[in-house]
């Protein structure tokens, strides 16, 4: 069983910068492709960044693509997003999540992944 935990979510302005966090247990996170979804109220969860095991290859969202950043640290066991110029449309519960089974980093929809964090809010205020 894996675990999750997310933090580093708040309040922020428009146009601000956050970096959320989600560590991980187990001893196999390194093998694991690692994924960002957000979930804003009324709306269904929805893909946002995806993380190879090794962290060389990265897959966004439209709607992040040149202001989200995907990382990991495998040795922390810990995946990360950095935001940058957020909007308020950005505004949205953030959760991490594993795809164990390797199915790609392109299978953007949330079936496709096994563990979950309990997610941490992240608003942006106009």
């Known amino acids: 069983q894996v675990q999750l935990v997310e933090s580093g979510g708040g309040l922020v302005q428009a146009g601000g910068s956050l970096r959320l966090s989600c560590a991980a247990s187990?001893?196999?996170?390194?093998?694991?492709?690692m994924g960002w979804f957000r979930q804003a109220p009324g709306k269904e969860r929805e893909f946002v960044a995806a993380?190879?095991?090794?962290?060389?290859?990265?897959y966004y969202a439209d709607s992040v693509k040149g202001r989200f950043t995907i990382s990991r640290d495998n040795a922390k066991n810990t995946v990360y997003l950095q935001m940058n110029s957020l909007k308020p449309e950005d505004t949205a519960v953030y959760y991490c999540?594993?795809?164990?089974?390797?199915?790609?980093?392109?299978?953007?929809?949330?079936?496709?992944?096994?563990?979950w964090g309990q997610g941490t809010q992240v608003t942006v205020s106009s």
């Open positions: 999540a594993i795809d164990r089974h390797g199915y790609g980093l392109g299978k953007t929809a949330s079936q496709w992944y096994d563990y």
């Open positions: 187990g001893r196999t996170f390194s093998t694991y492709i």
């Open positions: 993380i190879s095991w090794g962290g060389g290859s990265t």
